[in-house]
């Protein structure tokens, strides 16, 4: 059994009364993440972990943010398109471990229906799919409450 592992990474810059995506739901905010798509940073990063573990380049490349296609729409798309090239690789995703990184809001209460969000679009089991947060303890941009950041590793297997 052949298996690989991929990082993502991803950060967007928080504006104010601008809608707050985070795993496919919407999250009450007086500020949001601004972005060429929905931005939601956390499935940018899961999409940026998938494609480097089949070593399919980026999110930037598949989904650049010249293309109005990809204007205003919704991450989970780009996560099953994502998904989608992997499989043409003959490659299937095992499972999905994420780290949110932001000051505010407190995101605990949405995690179940993230989960359930990018387990839906990715095909996998909720089981399969672990997101936690953590705090800057005010350092930094995301301290300053100016930005998010997401972190994303993945493991995909070989099919046989």
Not at 9 to 30: N, S, T
Not at 104 to 116: G, L, N, R, V
Not at 145 to 159: D, H, M, P, S, T
Request: proline share 3%; aromatic share 6%.
């Amino acid at each position: 059994m052949k298996i690989k592992v991929g990082f993502g990474f991803d950060v967007h810059q928080l504006k104010e009364d601008h809608p707050f995506m985070l795993g496919g739901v919407q999250v009450a905010h007086h500020s949001g993440a601004f972005g060429h798509s929905d931005a939601d940073v956390l499935v940018h990063a899961i999409c940026d972990a998938l494609l480097g573990a089949a070593n399919l380049g980026d999110i930037g490349h598949h989904f650049p943010n010249t293309d109005e296609r990809w204007r205003g729409i919704s991450s989970l798309v780009l996560l099953t398109e994502c998904v989608r090239l992997l499989n043409d690789k003959g490659w299937t995703l095992g499972n999905v471990d994420a780290m949110l990184c932001l000051e505010a809001p407190k995101i605990k209460p949405y995690i179940p229906q993230m989960k359930e969000h990018i387990a839906k679009a990715a095909g996998l089991s909720v089981d399969d799919v672990s997101i936690k947060a953590t705090t800057n303890e005010t350092m930094g941009f995301v301290g300053r409450q100016e930005g998010v950041v997401a972190y994303a590793v993945c493991l995909i297997e070989r099919n046989q």
